[in-house]
C-alpha cells in the first residue's frame, strides 16, 4: 500500500463501511451511497463494481 493514492485508499475505506452496512440489513442502495459519501447511488454502484469486482445488485439479492 506504500503506492497507494489517496483516492483509491479512501474508496477503499468506503466499500469496507459500505459492505458493513450492507451486512447488517436492508438499508437502500441510495443511502448507503450517501453514507458512504458518494453523490448519487449510480456513482456508488460503479464505484463498487470498480472496487470489489462484483455487482451491487448480485450482492444486494445474496446477502442473508
Known amino acids: 500500500q ?3 493514492t489517496f483516492s483509491s485508499i479512501l474508496n477503499q475505506v468506503r ?3 459500505a459492505q458493513a ?3 447488517n440489513g436492508e438499508t ?3 443511502m448507503i451511497a450517501a453514507s458512504a459519501g458518494y453523490p448519487s447511488a449510480a456513482a456508488f454502484k460503479r464505484a463498487y463494481k470498480n472496487v470489489c469486482g462484483r455487482n ?3 450482492v444486494l439479492q445474496n446477502r442473508t
Do not use: L
Open 28 to 30: 437502500p442502495s441510495e
Open 15 to 17: 466499500m469496507s463501511f
Open 56 to 58: 451491487f445488485q448480485t
Open 21 to 23: 452496512v450492507i451486512e
Open 2 to 4: 506504500y503506492h497507494s
